[in-house]
């Protein structure tokens, strides 16, 4: 896999899947913009470890859910590189609850940092692959907004959104060369789910038929496919990364 010359912006890659997902870009030649909010340690690690392969990165803070920051860290990776070649929308987080019991701010702050960053960020770089007539957008969705979690509604409608989004998507700049897809991890191990008791794990280890929760590198080598000049016919598509659980 060659993404040499390759600019690619990463949201949320200070840690867990995002950050996989810019190590594995790096590994494979890209340049590697790594956003992320307030985290400037993680962010400055991440980096470091992109240019201990000789490889170029720049990390940029940024509240993905805010158009004025997205604007800004957009227009600063194109002062600093020219271009944007791949852009993968990952950053999100998760506010569990029951319907009935879900504050306004919990669905708001959910549908924002996950889905309406989505289309910030997306509509921020579109310009520039437009021009270039080349380009790759890649969403991080989740099973969850195929199959449904009850205590996620605001998740699971946000990450629905974010298929919805993309097939919309390529079919609106496919004429261009730009590729829009979802991946749609299942249970991978993060932060995010280490919130999970351990019952709660042991339960959801038994639905999956691989066994096992899967790793942040598994959701990244499918990232990287996506990016590759092999995937250049694959567009408006939804590829699970979840131990065979989809549809269950
Ligand atoms: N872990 C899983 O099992 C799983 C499953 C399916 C989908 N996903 C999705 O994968 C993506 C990454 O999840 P993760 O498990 O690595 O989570 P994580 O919590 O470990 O990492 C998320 C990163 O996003 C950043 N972030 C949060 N809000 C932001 C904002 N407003 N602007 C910029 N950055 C922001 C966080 O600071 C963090 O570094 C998310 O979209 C998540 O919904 C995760």
């Not at 949320?12 to 992320?36: C, H, P, Q, W, Y």
């Not at 932060?191 to 999956?208: C, F, G, P, S």
Request: aromatic share 4%; proline share 1%; with cysteine.
């Amino acid at each position: 896999m060659e993404l040499s010359d390759r600019v690619t912006l990463v949201t949320g890659s200070g840690r867990g899947i995002g950050r996989a997902i810019a190590l594995k870009l790096a590994e494979a030649g890209a340049t590697v913009v790594i956003n992320d909010v307030g985290a400037t340690d993680a962010v400055n690690g991440v980096i470091e470890e992109i240019k201990a392969m000789n490889r170029q990165s720049l990390g940029i803070l940024a509240d993905v859910s805010s158009s004025a920051d997205v604007d800004k860290m957009v227009a600063t990776a194109i002062a600093t590189y020219g271009r944007i070649d791949i852009l993968v929308n990952n950053a999100g987080i998760t506010r569990d609850q029951l319907v009935l019991r879900m504050s306004d701010e919990d669905w708001d702050k959910v549908i924002n940092i996950n889905l309406k960053s989505v289309f910030l960020c997306t509509r921020a770089v579109l310009r520039y692959m437009i021009r270039q007539r080349w380009g790759r957008i890649i969403s991080i969705a989740s099973i969850v907004g195929i199959v449904g979690n009850a205590g996620q509604a605001n998740y699971a409608s946000a990450k629905a959104g974010i298929i919805g989004f993309t097939r919309s998507i390529a079919k609106e700049v496919g004429s261009r060369s730009i590729t829009a897809n979802a991946i749609a991890p299942g249970f991978i191990d993060t932060q995010m789910t280490q919130k999970l008791a351990e019952q709660q794990r042991q339960e959801l280890q038994k639905r999956i038929p691989l066994g096992d929760f899967g790793t942040p590198r598994d959701v990244a080598e499918a990232v990287a496919f996506l990016a590759s000049d092999g995937a250049r016919y694959i567009s408006g598509h939804v590829l699970n990364v979840d131990g065979g659980m989809g549809g269950v």
